[in-house]
């Protein structure tokens, strides 16, 4: 059972902006960096973000995370038809012995 | 030209184990730690563990402890996860994940750039 929580879904419409929330304890989001990945079925997951707010290269500034307390956010602007899939926000928790962690998922859908 | 390349899929029946493999090319292995990341049919991504080659250091995901051993060998290193007393549960797609470059501390090193296509574990008798 994943220590961060979203929703497990989100939609709009092309053009709009959609924003998915993670949310999680001091233990892990509230002490280290989040990172946010894009997994589309059969194909091999993607870092859309990391250290909370910065992008890879390659990756669209229609892209941008931040983070506050102990959540953090992704916004997708400009919703384009090849941003529906899945989307997972993760972390290290400091928590035990230590251990990375992914959030429940969001699908996103554009209609 | 960063690739990781993992063994083939395999299918194993309840209470046995599976060994999968991943090694690199255009990305050094030992000093960022590599992880083991799953993804079981209709669900999320689950963190199953990791071994920095370099120093020897692994984290473990609380649920797999122990039945999940993670190894590193040979230079460049090949690292291998190994998942005993396998259950029908432990059906997913098993990928191996690692940093891409950079400077990092603690959980800064586990954003993970570049995965391997993953391997397919079906465990059914």
């Known amino acids: 059972q994943s220590v961060l929580t979203q929703p497990p879904s989100a939609s709009g419409t092309p053009g709009q902006r959609v924003t998915i929330s993670c949310s999680g304890s001091n233990s892990n989001i509230g002490r280290n960096a989040v990172n946010w990945y894009q997994v589309i079925p059969g194909v091999a997951p993607r870092l859309l973000i990391y250290g909370s707010y910065q992008r890879p290269s390659g990756i669209p500034d229609r892209f941008s995370a931040s983070k506050s307390g102990t959540s953090a956010s992704l916004a997708i602007s400009g919703l384009q038809s090849d941003d529906e899939s899945d989307y997972y926000c993760a972390a290290w928790d400091d928590s035990l012995s230590g251990f990375y962690v992914f959030g429940t998922g969001t699908r996103v859908t554009v209609l | 030209q960063v690739q990781l390349v993992q063994s083939g899929a395999e299918v194993k029946k309840p209470g046995s184990s599976v060994k999968v493999s991943c090694r690199a090319s255009?990305?050094?292995?030992?000093?960022?730690?590599v992880n083991w990341v799953r993804q079981a049919p209709g669900q999320g991504l689950e963190w199953m563990g990791a071994?920095?080659?370099?120093?020897?250091?692994?984290n473990f995901a609380h649920k797999f402890q122990g039945r999940l051993t993670i190894t590193a060998d040979g230079s460049p290193a090949s690292i291998y996860m190994d998942l005993s007393s396998l259950t029908s549960e432990d059906t997913a797609i098993y990928f191996c994940a690692v940093k891409g470059g950079g400077h990092c501390i603690g959980g800064d090193c586990y954003s993970l750039d570049f995965w391997g296509p993953g391997t397919l574990v079906i465990v059914s008798s």
């Open positions: 255009g990305v050094s292995f030992n000093t960022y730690p």
């Open positions: 071994i920095t080659p370099l120093s020897g250091a692994k």
